[in-house]
Nanobody, 118 residues
Framework: QVQLVESGGGVVQPGGSLRLSCAASGFTFSSYFMSWYRQAPGKERELVAATTSGGGITNYADSVKGRFTISRDNAKNTLYLQMNSLKPEDTAVYYC???????????WGQGTQVTVSS
């Protein structure tokens, strides 16, 4: 079955960096559209970044453009999110999602907490 396991979250000071990973198994990772979402307390889950199956096309929420980078290693079945210049408003639970197509409901990981605080 599809399994997605996020890791790399933690507590970081404003301006700091974190790298999230999402280890995938149970499906053909290289054929799937992958994305990162986040959900802050009291807010709806929002798309942060997404990438096509080959990694050649990416898109980002305006709030993270220029600070976050999504990437994938299809040989390792792993999705990444490099987060730089973190701000307190980036505090949220971050989830990875795998979907056969961008509009599909897909499968979700359990999430990893990112807290940006001084």
């Amino acid at each position: 079955q599809v399994q997605l396991v996020e890791s790399g979250g933690g507590v970081v000071q404003p301006g700091g960096s974190l790298r999230l990973s999402c280890a995938a198994s149970g499906f053909t990772f290289s054929s799937y559209f992958m994305s990162w979402y986040r959900q802050a307390p009291g807010k709806e889950r929002e798309l942060v970044a997404a990438t096509t199956s080959g990694g050649g096309i990416t898109n980002y929420a305006d709030s993270v453009k220029g600070r976050f980078t999504i990437s994938r290693d299809n040989a390792k079945n792993t999705l990444y999110l490099q987060m730089n210049s973190l701000k307190p408003e980036d505090t949220a639970v971050y989830y990875c999602k795998a979907a056969r197509f961008p509009w599909a409901s897909g499968n979700w990981g359990q999430g990893t907490q990112v807290t940006v605080s001084s």
